[in-house]
């Protein structure tokens, strides 16, 4: 584990143990005070004899994702009690569920756009984020991917998810929007962590606004008019990269979006880097293999569009399983719908 990751720890259990003996100097009988108490300062003995975050059983390293979340933790996964696996199961249903009722509706159809999403862990909790809604007259859409795994990465991600849909609310605009989750993220964020993402509105016109903040490049295909610019024509796939760095790495970085409008049968492709970074028998999918599959799919419908991004992944990958979490976001400009 990385020095400013200890140095992070070894503060939390400080502050708990202050927080702790207030608590006790006013509830002395509170057993369940004092027996929290001295966990506190097991752990905070085992940084005195250098033994933090080795498993008493093995004497192995303990999960560092667990140990964030939980500077408590004495056992590797492989040494709990059957008692603490099923606690720890349990615990990790719970935060799946929870994950996954977080997820915007499936085919949302609003404001002259249609979308569709994938949305795949490769455990049982994810640090990918999507995230589809409207506030005030236009569609919002957000998607990354937090630093690390497990229940230390979910919990950012559900973090994430209401800060967002509470700060669009309020009727900021977008870069005020980014900015502020950026201070969220680097004054509460555990050391280390940070997120990527990409993250605009739409409005009913076609007009939209992004901001990609250490993120894949986002893909634009055009459904293609000889009436516009070369730019914009039947054919080209537009790629959108980061504008500026992950956020909760540093303080105050300014952050930058990109305007653009997309026309009837325009289509916006967003992906984690569980499809870029895919690891096929040979090589990595890449970022030119998915421009290319948007290019040959531009006529599709989003739904049918990531099918085929799925379809083509399982024959690109074959045997070779996958290692990280696989979001996929397709948002496709249409006329008919009501703004």
């Given amino acids: 584990m990385e020095a400013v990751e200890t140095d992070f720890l070894h503060g939390q259990l400080e502050e708990r143990k202050r927080r702790l003996e207030t608590a006790i100097a006013q509830s002395p009988q509170n057993q369940d005070l004092t027996g929290l108490l001295h966990e506190v300062d097991s752990a905070l003995d085992r940084f005195s004899t250098g033994t933090y975050g080795l498993c008493e059983t093995c004497h192995d390293t303990v ?3 667990r140990l964030l979340a939980d500077p408590l933790v004495r056992y590797c996964l492989d040494h709990l009690t059957r008692s603490e696996r099923d606690d720890l199961q349990r615990d990790l249903d719970l935060a799946s569920k929870l994950q996954r009722t977080l997820l915007p509706p499936v085919g949302l159809r609003v404001h002259g756009w249609d979308t569709s999403y994938h949305y795949a862990p490769v455990g049982p ?10 506030a005030n007259g236009q569609l919002f859409f957000v998607l990354g991917d937090i630093s690390g795994k497990g229940v230390a990465a979910s919990m950012r991600m559900t973090q994430l998810h209401a800060l967002f849909r509470s700060l669009s609310s309020l009727g900021l605009r977008l870069g005020q929007i980014v900015e502020q989750v950026n201070r969220f993220l680097c004054d509460s964020a555990l050391a280390g962590q940070y997120a990527t993402l990409v993250c605009g509105q739409a409005n009913c016109a076609g007009e939209l606004e992004i901001f990609n903040a250490g993120h894949t490049p986002v893909i634009v295909s055009r459904a293609g008019d000889d009436t516009r610019s ?7 796939v537009q790629r959108f990269e980061s504008t500026g760095m992950p956020l909760g790495m540093f303080h105050g970085v300014a952050v930058s979006g990109v305007s653009l409008k997309l026309d009837a049968g325009d289509t916006l492709f967003l992906y984690t880097d569980g499809l870029s970074e895919a690891r096929g028998a040979d090589d990595e999918y890449g970022v030119d293999r998915v421009a290319s599959l948007v290019y040959t799919q531009s006529a599709q419908s989003p739904g049918d569009l990531i099918s085929a991004c799925l379809a083509d992944l399982r024959v690109f990958a074959a045997a070779v399983p996958p290692f990280d979490d696989l979001t996929l976001l397709a948002i496709r400009r249409v006329d008919g719908f009501d703004a």
């Fill in 63 to 65: 999960e560092r994702d």
């Fill in 125 to 134: 909790v994810s640090g990918d984020y999507c995230d589809l809604f409207t």
């Fill in 230 to 236: 070369e730019v914009a024509r039947a054919g080209d």
